[in-house]
């Protein structure tokens, strides 16, 4: 406080400097310390997984040649209410849950409990399909005609597409298919033809690789894939899929079906993301943030998809850094553990594969995984609609851009090919400011 001694007019300045501090004091806010405010609005739980329902009676099992079903917004809506949803759902989910914090070697495949004689079986189907692209080269380009045209669907690709359909009935005779052998056979076969991209399109995306699981999902309804087989097929038949899908797309420059480029988790893939992320889901020292350290990449990724997937990423864009390429990819490696990625992966699947008519007007049902009563058939015309020549009722709004297949886009893989052949490409390129 001033001093009050001396002069009458300091007496007075003192006075009215200890009134205006007071009235100050009074004005000012008490100074609290902050709490932290909960979130207002937490995650919601990873979903859980349904069931896996019984085989069928296959007396009861009226095959058929799976068709397309889902040809409108209510037909999705009947669909994602339907017990096929939740089969659906089951299966995916409980590959999933088969592998949590395994790596291939904990199902070595030379221990016929962990993979039973129809593994060896699937792994010999793939690997003669692969033999396929050897025989069926891509076209060269005219780069002078159209320098672009080159990172586009290489028309040989619907050779290699044709030759796999010749062959689908000597590969499936292999598999111990119940009488009628033909009939068993039919669904199936569709579902594995048509896990390998559009012939007509000459593309491939998450649709595509979710035929592959229903090609699985046939097998086990038809009583040849036990549950016990599960930990197997995710950590090494599938890992085959993918490798033989990643030969393809290099080979013949498979288009992104609906891609939405680097807002996208990836241009083609989103399985191996979940069933990576399980595989990583108690690890000890990799942590979702690992993805960014390249010796992690290099040691670990021949035992974990989630990472393989990161270390493919990488190699197929021209650009250094997640953040640049595949930036949701980059958010997510700031999650605090596996659990929320591998929670926030099973929410993407159900939103953004099954809750995406784009992708699911796609689907094939069957006799096997049936459609419910009331869904439409592959006949209806509507006004505004644009019905594709290679998929009767296959329909599109003329009026706005359709996320399936409505542009083209040319694929990564493509650009990073075709450098390489002009003598570029060798290594990734960082951003001037990264």
């Not at 009947?78 to 659906?88: D, E, Q």
């Not at 992320?277 to 942590?287: D, N």
């Not at 007007?361 to 009563?373: M, N, R, S, T």
């Not at 290679?390 to 990073?416: R, Y």
Request: glycine residues 6%; proline residues 10%; aromatic residues 8%.
């Amino acid at each position: 406080m001033p001093s009050v001694t001396g002069d009458p007019v300091s007496v007075v300045q003192a006075a009215r400097t200890v009134s205006k501090n007071s009235d100050l004091q009074q004005k000012l806010p008490r100074l609290v310390p902050r709490k932290k405010q909960p979130s207002a609005q937490d995650p919601p739980p990873a979903p859980e997984t349904p069931p896996l329902p019984p085989s069928p009676d296959l007396s009861t099992v009226r095959f058929s040649e799976p068709v397309r079903r889902i040809l409108s917004p209510r037909d999705h809506d009947l669909f994602l209410n339907s017990p096929t949803y939740n089969l659906v759902l089951s299966f995916v989910f409980s590959l999933s849950d088969s592998v949590v914090d395994r790596t291939p070697s904990s199902s070595p495949l030379d221990d016929p409990s962990a993979a039973p004689p129809i593994i060896h079986i699937l792994l010999s189907v793939l690997s003669s399909i692969a033999s396929l692209i050897e025989s069926n080269p891509p076209t060269s380009q005219d780069h002078s005609a159209s320098p672009t045209n080159s990172r586009f669907g290489n028309p040989a690709f619907r050779d290699f597409y044709d030759a796999v359909c010749f062959s689908l009935p000597q590969y499936l005779s292999l598999l111990p298919l119940p009488p009628p052998v033909t009939s068993s056979a039919l669904e199936p076969s569709t579902y594995l033809l048509h896990s390998f991209g559009s012939r007509a399109r000459i593309d491939y995306g998450s649709g595509h690789e979710l035929n592959f699981l229903l090609f699985l999902l046939c097998l086990n309804r038809l009583s040849l894939l036990p549950v016990s087989a599960f930990p197997s097929l995710t950590l090494h038949v599938f890992p085959r899929y993918i490798t033989l899908l990643r030969s393809i797309q290099s080979t013949y420059y498979l288009e992104p079906a609906g891609s939405h480029g680097v807002w996208g988790l990836d241009d083609y893939q989103f399985l191996p993301f979940l069933f990576g992320a399980s595989q990583l889901l108690h690890h000890p020292y990799i942590r979702p943030l690992s993805i960014h350290n390249e010796l992690v990449l290099e040691e670990e990724a021949d035992k974990y998809l989630y990472l393989d997937m990161v270390r493919y990423t990488m190699s197929t864009k021209s650009v250094k850094g997640l953040k640049w390429t595949q930036p949701m990819l980059d958010d997510i490696s700031g999650a605090k553990n596996w659990e929320k990625v591998e929670g926030g992966m099973r929410r993407m699947f159900m939103k953004e594969v099954l809750g995406k008519l784009p992708v699911m007007q796609h689907f094939l049902f069957g006799g096997l995984i049936p459609a419910v009563e009331g869904m439409g058939r592959e006949s209806t015309e509507g006004e505004g609609m644009l019905e594709m020549k290679e998929a009767p009722g296959h329909l599109h709004n003329d009026n706005q851009w359709g996320e399936c297949c409505g542009i083209k886009v040319p694929s990564t893989i493509a650009a990073a090919q075709e450098a390489k052949k002009q003598g570029g490409g060798e290594g990734l390129r960082r951003i001037p400011f990264d």
